[in-house]
């Protein structure tokens, strides 16, 4: 599923566009934060960026050059300032596409799907688990909490990997040592109690409690 970050300050015209992007399999965040708006983008990690001009604090050219200088991500303007001269600008300043208001939804939901096969290619692989502000990256075992970058070891990013990937659900604890050690014999249950607390200490640390919930009995939920 592609995420789209739509920043777009009608509440509106960014409801309905995400209520619509929803039908076509794609998971929407709507911009919160208009002072924030690149701590939010690499809280969610989308495919893609929806963006107006006119917006709250700083316009859209100034989010789009600051998204262009720690990401490649494709950026699609969308805004009723139609002109020539902005939309120039928005090219020259590294948007993919630009798409006047008003527009169809239908040909929004086009454009956005060819931006992405130009951009991914026909299969798009995500490279990244998302649960609330945690983002866990799988290319290089980090994790990013409320914008804050976790250096993992490699028990602490397996255990938050299985978790994630299991979110919503409780991971038992033997299912949770037999992927971390498999059937080494000389590892006993307090091993996993000791990872278990530095990795619920270092995402407290980076500003989110109870993240890691213990269910008596049963095991770890996120």
Known sequence: MNRVYVVEDDPVIAGAVAEHLKGWQMQCQCAENFEDIIGEMQ???PDLVLLDIKLPYYNGFYWCSEIRKVSKIPI?????????????????????????????LQVL???LQAVLRRSYGTNLERHVLVCREVVLNLDDTSATVTGKRLELT?????MLKVLMERQGQVVGREEMMERLWGAEEFVDDNTLTVN?????????AAGITDFIKTKRGLGYIV
Do not use: C, H
């Open 43 to 45: 809280r969610f990690q």
């Open 76 to 104: 699609v303007f969308i805004s009723s300032a139609d002109d020539n001269m902005n939309i120039v600008m928005a090219m020259n300043m590294g948007a993919d596409d630009f798409i006047s208001k008003p527009f169809d």
């Open 109 to 111: 939901t086009a454009k």
């Open 154 to 158: 490699k028990n602490e990013f397996l």
């Open 196 to 204: 278990m607390a530095r990795l619920r200490k270092k995402i407290e």
